[in-house]
């Protein structure tokens, strides 16, 4: 009777030839490695680069290269932009925060309207007109009046009379008013303290006399010679002049006289920062959030 043996013992036998063939065939000639190293080469392949030696850098031996030490007593550090290390003049940060504190605070209704000023393009054919009528310097005035001194010791009549100019000084700008004499007032936006000339624009109102407020009284102190300048005044004007300072005038009342009672109930300020409004709205988000919540 045959045993499970006679049947196991010719199948190991054949696995093993067979394992034996393949081996052999893999270290036939005919194997992938051998293959490739018989195959052709593609055509069209990369040529392989000349690797390229560096140059090497030539350094002189009777220099010693010494490293910078940055430390207290030793070598300056290498410039860099120190603005924000910059302690600004006192001057400066008063007047920054001023205009902060104006932008966040509540500004009563008669100093808001001093931010109200007129239109670039207004203003510069006002500023033309009054470049007109500059008072004279020292040298012209003491020259008109030798003139005129020399023309009454020979007996002659002297056509050299008084310029019409602006008139400047507050006390005297506000008798011209006073007197109904003045026909324009211009009135400097940045008057420090601005109570000098804060009850100006109802005085006007009251006399029925145009006025306007414009931006620098440093810009009315150039037409009078002067570094700043409050206010001015034109008293009257040239004949070739008369049309266009009527133009300028309409315009003027309809900006300032006939909105005076608007600008005096319109309160300023109450602006706040980048960070309070960024709050305020997140919160306005929440609350929206929740109103929708509970709507649903």
């Known amino acids: 009777m045959a045993t499970p043996h006679h049947y196991i013992y010719p199948f190991v036998e054949l ?8 081996v052999g065939f893999l270290l036939s000639p005919f194997s ?9 080469p593609k055509k069209g392949g990369k ?38 290390f910059v302690k600004w003049p006192k001057v400066v940060r008063i007047q920054r925060k001023r205009r902060i504190l104006k932008q966040r605070l509540k500004v009563p209704p008669t100093l808001n309207q001093f931010t109200k000023t007129l239109d670039k393009n207004l203003a510069t054919s006002l500023f033309k007109l009054l470049l007109k009528y500059r008072p004279e310097d020292k040298a012209a005035k003491k ?10 010791a020979e007996g002659k009549s002297s056509d050299l009379k008084k310029p019409i100019v602006v008139k400047y000084g507050l006390n005297h700008v506000t008798y011209l008013v006073e007197q109904s004499k003045a026909q324009l007032v ?3 936006h940045d008057v420090d303290p601005i109570e000098l000339v804060v009850w100006l624009p109802a005085l006007c109102r009251k006399m029925e006399i145009p006025y306007c407020i414009v931006k620098g009284k440093s810009r009315l102190g150039t037409i009078v010679h002067k570094k700043n300048a409050a206010v001015l005044c034109l008293t009257t004007v040239k004949n070739e002049d008369k049309l266009e300072f009527s133009k300028i005038l309409e315009a003027i009342k309809a900006n300032f006289n006939d ?22 709205k ?15």
């Open 32 to 40: 992938e490695e051998h293959c490739r190293s018989t195959m052709a």
């Open 47 to 84: 040529v392989t680069s000349v690797l390229v030696k560096k140059k090497e850098k030539v350094v002189n031996p009777l220099f010693e290269k010494r490293s910078k030490q940055f430390g207290i007593g030793g070598a300056l550090p290498p410039k860099k932009d120190l603005t924000r």
């Open 143 to 152: 020259e008109r009046l030798l003139k005129r001194a020399q023309a009454e």
């Open 186 to 188: 211009v009135i400097a």
């Open 15 to 22: 696995l093993a030839s067979a394992s034996i063939v393949v």
């Open 259 to 280: 909105k005076y009672d608007e600008y005096r109930k319109k309160w300023g300020g109450g602006i706040m920062g980048s960070k309070s409004q960024a709050k305020t």
């Open 282 to 296: 997140a919160k306005e988000r929440v609350l929206a959030k929740e109103a929708a919540q509970r709507m649903t």
